[in-house]
């Protein structure tokens, strides 16, 4: 089953988390539609969810000027484990879509 974000999906965002998060997220995201693609396989979308709420929980302590060094730490790891495996996990979808042609 395919899911996509709807520009209704974007606003129940909004609403439930501000207008400032959901600027945030929405840069994050339209730096690369990889992302994207990533969250669209079972393990992506599970990988991926855990990972959106890590760095949810530091974003909040961010934005209302309450991190640490630890914090901010936490937050960019999380940020880089979010892009390497996007990458990964789009790497393996390329090699099964051609192993599954071939």
């Given at each position: 089953?395919?899911?996509?974000?709807?520009?209704?999906?974007?606003?129940?965002?909004?609403?439930n988390?501000?207008?400032q998060?959901?600027?945030?997220l929405?840069?994050?995201?339209?730096?690369?539609?990889?992302?994207?693609?990533?969250?669209?396989?079972?393990?992506?979308?599970?990988?991926?969810?855990?990972?959106?709420a890590?760095?949810?929980?530091?974003?909040d302590?961010?934005i209302n000027?309450?991190?640490d060094?630890?914090?901010?730490?936490?937050?960019?790891?999380?940020?880089?484990?979010?892009?390497?495996f996007?990458?990964?996990?789009?790497s393996h979808?390329?090699?099964?879509?051609t192993?599954?042609?071939?």
């Amino acid at each position: 089953m395919e899911e996509k974000v709807t520009l209704n999906d974007i606003k129940t965002f909004s609403d439930n988390h501000g207008q400032q998060k959901t600027s945030k997220l929405l840069s994050v995201l339209g730096k690369n539609r990889q992302f994207i693609d990533a969250w669209e396989t079972p393990a992506g979308k599970e990988i991926l969810s855990y990972l959106l709420a890590m760095i949810d929980i530091r974003l909040d302590k961010l934005i209302n000027e309450e991190t640490d060094e630890k914090d901010r730490a936490e937050y960019r790891v999380c940020l880089e484990l979010l892009a390497n495996f996007k990458d990964k996990i789009n790497s393996h979808k390329r090699n099964f879509a051609t192993l599954k042609r071939g």
